[in-house]
Each structure stands twice: as structure tokens, then as C-alpha cells.
Nanobody, 118 residues
């Protein structure tokens, strides 16, 4: 089991920046992958960025060059730095953790709203 708590969402103008944080209740060394997903109104949830064991990182094409995912192992926290934000980035952002033992288990945070608007 793992609890995830997100923070850092809000309202920002186009071109602005936000940093999201996801604090894990357990050591991220024991987690196979952590990432960020987002869901806009009327759309399916989509992967934004993920960091896997071994520090492998993947981004959605739509955010490459603008978003950066990182982790602070000492704080058991994963961050998503979002720069050059666009109105189409508006969504609820969810933190995700994947733990694989005898089976794969997904855990989700409660979500944080990001609104990009002038």
C-alpha cells in the first residue's frame, strides 16, 4: 500500500509555470514507477510523464521540452515542473505509483487542478 498526496496546482496564465509535488507514504525506492497523469473535461486520463526504477523517464509528446519530472528520494517526493504552460494543459493532474510484486498494483493521488487561462 502507498498513499500519495499531491500539491501545487492552481491558476496560471499562458506561458507561466507551476510545480506539482507528490509525496509518497513509503520510500520511492520500493516503488517501481511513479508518474503524472492528467484528465481534462470530457477526455480520457492520459500519461504526462513517468520515472521508473533506474531513473528511466518518459514524457508525452505534447509536454516534451516544457515539463520535467524529477524525484527527491530523501523526501519520498516526485515533482513535475511545468513551464511554458498552454490552455490545453488545463486538467486535473494525478500522481500515480506502480508497485510490482506478484502482481501489478496502481495507486493514485486525489488529483490537483491546473488551470491555464488569461
Amino acid at each position: 500500500q502507498v498513499q500519495l498526496v499531491e500539491s501545487g496546482g492552481g491558476l496560471v496564465q499562458p506561458g507561466g509555470s507551476l510545480r506539482l509535488s507528490c509525496a509518497s507514504s513509503r520510500s520511492i525506492f520500493s516503488i517501481n514507477a511513479m508518474g503524472w497523469y492528467r484528465q481534462a473535461p470530457g477526455k480520457e486520463r492520459e500519461l504526462v510523464a513517468v520515472i521508473s526504477s533506474g531513473s528511466r523517464i518518459n514524457y508525452a509528446d505534447s509536454v516534451k521540452g516544457r515539463f520535467t519530472i524529477s524525484s527527491d528520494n530523501a523526501k519520498n517526493t516526485v515533482y513535475l515542473q511545468m513551464n511554458s504552460l498552454k490552455p490545453e494543459d488545463t486538467a486535473v493532474y494525478y500522481c500515480n505509483a506502480v508497485i510490482v510484486r506478484t502482481q501489478k498494483n496502481d495507486y493514485w493521488g486525489q488529483g490537483t487542478q491546473v488551470t491555464v487561462s488569461s
